[in-house]
């Protein structure tokens, strides 16, 4: 069973970072892809970023606009989405999730989220 657990989102301005974490207990052979998506309230759920567990590929949505990187640490079995230059409209609960593609549909198993706030 895959279970995946994030931290470290908080109320950071407009223009500043943060580093959320994503903490993978999981059978990691069975693993393509785990993803960062986010909701904001009264938006459909969207993929931010994506990276394959065994080659660390990557995939960015446009809106990221080279703000933020993932990585992935097989060793710990963390993935991490580095922010950087964060704006309001970055707002929202953030959740890493396990998966295989480029769409929020692709997800299948979310962890419970972090909250993000950028205040402007």
């Known amino acids: 069973q895959v279970q995946l657990v994030e931290s470290g989102g908080g109320l950071v301005q407009a223009g500043g970072s943060l580093r959320l974490s994503c903490a993978v207990s999981i059978r990691t052979f069975s693993i393509i892809t785990i993803g960062w998506l986010r909701q904001a309230p009264g938006k459909d759920r969207e993929l931010v970023a994506a990276i394959t567990w065994s080659g660390g590929s990557t995939y960015y949505a446009d809106f990221v606009e080279g703000r933020f990187t993932i990585s992935r640490d097989k060793a710990k079995n963390m993935v991490y989405l580095q922010m950087n230059d964060l704006k309001f409209e970055d707002s929202a609960v953030y959740y890493c999730?396990?998966?295989?593609?480029?769409?929020?549909?692709?997800?299948?198993?979310w962890g419970p989220g972090t909250p993000v706030t950028v205040s402007s």
């Open positions: 999730a396990s998966g295989w593609g480029n769409t929020a549909q692709d997800y299948d198993l």
